[in-house]
């Protein structure tokens, strides 16, 4: 027997509907990428343009299922556009600009993508590779027609100019919420990238689990600055869950140095914002380079790579500010867990609290956990046994696109590539991608928990750790370091201060200061690079 509700499938327009309905005034902060005024929207403003937008794609001759490519960073304009492509059942293909022309190319040719909507930012690099872009019809520069650059690019057009020919005057498209929303290729470090394609309910799953108070915690109170980008896997929900919830959006456009997200934060009222470990390095030598404060910030989302337990204290400690580490993938719409406090760990202070802090945490409903060894045998959470991390729920991804390679265990559970142990309360500890791991004399070394300790070292700005051949026992750990300005720290200084903290044989057996560790296009730590960079390196004695 079938219930007896309403029919009201998950979409992601319902959304904005609701935002602009129940929260119309609140705003949407954004700067912009001409010349990095602040330009101040409301929800009602950003549905009426999202409407524009799905009338004039209409028009366009775009339709259920073209993809749409965006090239942008965060700002009201990508903003509404996400919700115009996905409103008519088109999809919207999130470009990284990080990537390498070559690689751009590649994707936007796997997706076939119809049009592409790029900031003035990229307008060089996209004239530059125009002729290996063959499915691009037209390019909308995302800017006015003041500020539009002379340029070769096919068709092109401002977007002010190209959203002035339609208006608001019309109706969401009507289509089954499995249906396609988002495309987002991974960095693809092994083979060739591919794509995870979003769908309206795995997106509205996604931001309903991610805004319940133990995830990104989010409420009507709340003024948001999603700093990580809407290309790195949806913003990890901000542009979905922050509406949904009647928060604030501060966007900060193509500027996401220390000073200027500084400045955001502190002159917006900013309380929760969210990225990658490396922004907020920036942000803190900021902070401490000018005494600065941080006086309405409550909460700071860090994910996308292990965060530093010494980042942690520092947000906490000094500037009384939340550190809540998440992990996620680009499979996973991207979140995967949070560590926030159960009641069994609700009296932790002090070092004990920051041990725990330093995990990865626990799963929203939604997202399921598996451990297993190499032939899939579950493993026991102890916290102590590492195995494959495998997940499974309604945001994870069942395939990539255009590829039918199955990529899914005989329970249906997705294999991370992360290699983790599981405590007994269920919180999640990642100890390294299974190919960054060390394997030391038939034992391993994680590579993460070195990383951590060594930047708790007042004059270590950035630490990597990989391992290198060693005729003895297969590999050992080299620990790169990149100092803090005008500070030269010495090997035996360094090992003296890890010394005593983890087992003996895990120190590194050398330490080597450089200028810069390579990083992803979503801002990891390129391991891959910094492995060929110390190929023939070869260890003291
Ligand atoms: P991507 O799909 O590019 O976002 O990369 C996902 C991968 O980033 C995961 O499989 C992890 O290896 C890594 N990652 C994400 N968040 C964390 C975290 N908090 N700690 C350690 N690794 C992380």
């Not at 070769?152 to 396609?180: H, I, K």
């Amino acid at each position: 027997m079938l219930g007896l509700m309403q029919d009201w499938p998950l979409l992601l327009h319902r959304i904005i509907d609701h935002a602009a309905i129940q929260h119309g005034t609140r705003e949407v902060v954004s700067r912009a990428v001409e010349d990095g005024a602040l330009r101040r929207r409301s929800y009602v403003e950003i549905r009426s343009r999202a409407l524009k937008v799905a009338k004039r794609l209409q028009r366009e001759g775009i339709a259920l299922g073209d993809r749409i490519a965006t090239l942008a960073w965060n700002t009201d304009r990508h903003l509404e556009l996400w919700y115009g492509i996905s409103g008519i059942g088109a999809i919207t293909h999130t470009v990284n600009p990080r990537l390498f022309p070559e690689q751009i190319a590649w994707i936007v040719g796997h997706a076939e993508d119809r049009l592409l909507f790029l900031d003035l930012t990229f307008v060089p690099m996209i004239e530059a590779i125009q002729d290996k872009l063959p499915s691009i019809e037209r390019y909308v520069v995302l800017t006015d027609a003041a500020h539009m650059p002379q340029t070769g690019l096919r068709n092109a057009v401002a977007y002010e100019d190209w959203l002035a020919e339609s208006d608001d005057d019309f109706a969401w498209g009507r289509f089954d919420e499995n249906t396609a929303a988002g495309l987002c290729y991974t960095s693809g470090t092994t083979g060739g990238p591919k794509g995870v394609l979003y769908s309206h309910r795995s997106n509205v799953l996604h931001a309903l689990a991610c805004a319940a108070p133990d995830y990104m915690g989010l409420s009507a109170r709340d003024t948001v600055m999603p700093v990580v980008p809407l290309f790195h896997a949806n913003s990890w929900s901000l542009a979905y869950s922050a509406p949904m919830t009647g928060a604030k959006l501060v966007m900060p456009g193509a500027r996401l140095d220390g000073p200027s997200l500084h400045q955001l934060l502190e002159e917006e009222g900013v309380t929760m914002t969210a990225a990658v470990p490396t922004v907020w390095l920036g942000l803190l030598q900021h902070l401490e380079a000018t005494n600065g404060k941080l006086s309405t910030l409550k909460r700071v989302v860090i994910g996308g790579s292990a965060c530093p337990r010494a980042m942690t204290e520092t947000f906490e400690r000094k500037f009384g500010v939340t550190v809540a580490h998440a992990w996620g993938m680009t499979e996973m719409s991207p979140l995967g867990s949070f560590c926030s406090l159960k009641p069994v760990y609700e009296g932790l202070s002090g070092d004990a609290l920051y041990d725990l802090k330093v995990k990865q945490g626990h799963p929203p409903f939604t997202v399921e956990f598996r451990l297993t060894d190499d032939a899939g045998t579950d493993l026991p959470w102890d916290g102590r046994t590492f195995g494959r991390l495998k997940v499974r729920g309604p945001a994870v991804a069942g395939g990539y696109y255009r590829r039918g390679d199955d990529i899914l265990d005989d329970r249906g559970f997705f294999d991370t590539g992360d290699v983790a142990t599981i405590d007994p309360a269920g919180y999640m500890q990642v100890t390294d991608r299974s190919k960054d791991v060390i394997k030391s004399g038939g034992e391993w070394i994680s590579s993460i928990d070195l990383e951590n300790l060594a930047v708790g070292h007042p004059d270590v700005a950035e630490a990597a750790v990989i391992g290198v051949a060693h005729p003895k026992w297969d590999e050992r750990p080299l620990l790169v370091i990149v100092p803090k300005p005008g500070r030269t720290p010495g090997k035996d200084e360094i090992l003296a201060f890890m010394t005593g903290k983890i087992a003996k044989w895990w120190l590194p057996d050398d330490v080597v200061l450089v200028e810069a560790i390579p990083h992803t296009a979503t801002g990891k730590i390129q391991k891959t690079k910094l492995r060929e960079m110390f190929r023939d390196y070869r260890l003291p004695g």
